[in-house]
């Protein structure tokens, strides 16, 4: 019987997670946290019966606790319920599907404590990737990415680092997004609307509009720069518009090794869960006759000045990727919030960039002071 901890439980990735858990019967859940939805929470709750709980603010969670007064669970709240949930004793793996930095430190905990990592809160690796690599390493802990990109990196990879065989090339693929093809001038009538309508994949608004400006893209050129141990020059983004091929890897003899599948995120979450076995998963199958074609295209670095920032974030380090993150993070609230216009989100990053005194090697709480200062930064500002 697996047993695991998920973080982030009501999100696109936590929802999931549950409905692979529903197909399988080997899967225990011990641990759920979400953020504010505690009417989705209890439901999960009731339906998985965990050890513990946790929801952010405390006035959720004293509602929550007389909710289910009932059950034999534990309800905690605030970081230290975060904590309290990825340590659980009795998990071996923890998912961690929360959204933004506030993954970290959980993170950070779950290692520590032995547990290997589903990991599909990007964030812990774009700006602490130096300390959670290491710690794994030095736990014996293992990082399995959910993201569908980084998954499809991963299975490339199966055998052939063993083997000694060195890596070229990794081919990170990108849909597009929704104005794949556009102007900087078309782009100033986006709307929040149009900029949540992905041509593909079904996911979390933050991420959705992080996929349209292909931040979200340089997020996981940052974040598989740690995970694969490559430079930056060995990581080159590809456009493939029908999400069809995931990722690639390009090895030293020039052979090229895809992974293929439909849009569906179930797919990587079940193979983190399971690894290195391969359980059968219902739903849709390529059609290879039904496929006119596969197409490949350059990202435009010019119009989706997100994607060079991030790899120029990369590139310099230490604090960097830090205040990149944060300064999307805050960008993309306000454009959310309709405080700002679209082109706004990259332009916010950019000056957040040029105002930071990065920091090598950063410890956490450095981590953590470079974020806060960047929000204060953009507050002052915008």
């Not at 997670?17 to 759920?32: C, G, P, W």
């Not at 209890?42 to 009932?70: G, T």
């Not at 001038?185 to 609307?193: I, N, S």
Request: hydrophobic letters at 45%; aromatic letters at 6%.
């Amino acid at each position: 019987m697996k047993k695991i901890s998920i973080l982030g439980s009501t999100g696109s990735i936590g929802t999931q997670t549950l409905e692979v858990v529903r197909a399988n019967q080997d899967i225990q859940v011990t641990a759920l946290a979400a953020g504010q939805n505690i009417g989705l929470l209890e439901a999960q709750i009731r339906e998985f019966m965990p050890k513990v709980a946790c929801v952010w603010e405390e006035n959720l969670a004293r509602e929550l606790r007389v909710r289910v007064a009932d059950l034999p669970v534990k309800i905690y709240s605030g970081m230290d319920g975060l904590l309290c949930a990825a340590t659980e004793p009795s998990a071996d793996m923890v998912v961690t599907a929360l959204v933004g930095m506030i993954g970290i430190r959980p993170t950070i905990a779950a290692i520590e404590a032995g547990m290997d990592i589903a990991l599909a809160n990007k964030e812990t690796l774009v700006c602490a990737g130096h300390i959670i690599m290491e710690l794994a390493r030095e736990k014996g802990v293992r990082i399995l990415p959910v993201d569908s990109e980084h998954s499809a990196i991963f299975q490339c990879l199966n055998g052939e680092r063993q083997a000694g065989n060195e890596i070229q090339k990794i081919l990170l693929t990108a849909s597009g997004g929704p104005f794949r093809g556009w102007s900087r001038q078309q782009l100033e009538r986006v709307q929040v609307e149009d900029a949540l309508k992905h041509p593909n994949w079904t996911m979390g608004h933050k991420i959705t509009i992080d996929s349209s400006t292909m931040v979200n893209k340089g997020l996981e050129v940052m974040e598989a720069r740690w995970l694969f141990d490559v430079d930056f020059d060995q990581i080159q983004v590809v456009v493939q518009p029908q999400s069809i091929i995931h990722s690639m890897v390009e090895f030293a003899d020039g052979a090229v090794i895809a992974q293929l599948g439909t849009p569906d995120m179930k797919l990587p979450i079940q193979y983190a869960l399971y690894y290195p076995q391969r359980r059968p998963l219902a739903g849709d199958r390529l059609d290879f006759w039904s496929m006119e074609d596969i197409r490949f295209e350059r990202p435009d670095m010019e119009v989706f000045k997100g994607l060079a920032l991030a790899y120029e974030a990369g590139r310099r380090g230490g604090t960097m990727p830090s205040v990149f993150n944060a300064a999307n993070e805050k960008a993309v609230r306000l454009f959310l919030d309709r405080k700002i216009p679209y082109l706004t989100i990259t332009e916010m990053i950019q000056e957040a960039m040029e105002a930071h005194r990065p920091i090598d090697d950063p410890t956490v709480e450095e981590i953590l002071k470079a974020e806060q200062e960047t929000y204060d930064l953009i507050e002052s500002r915008w």
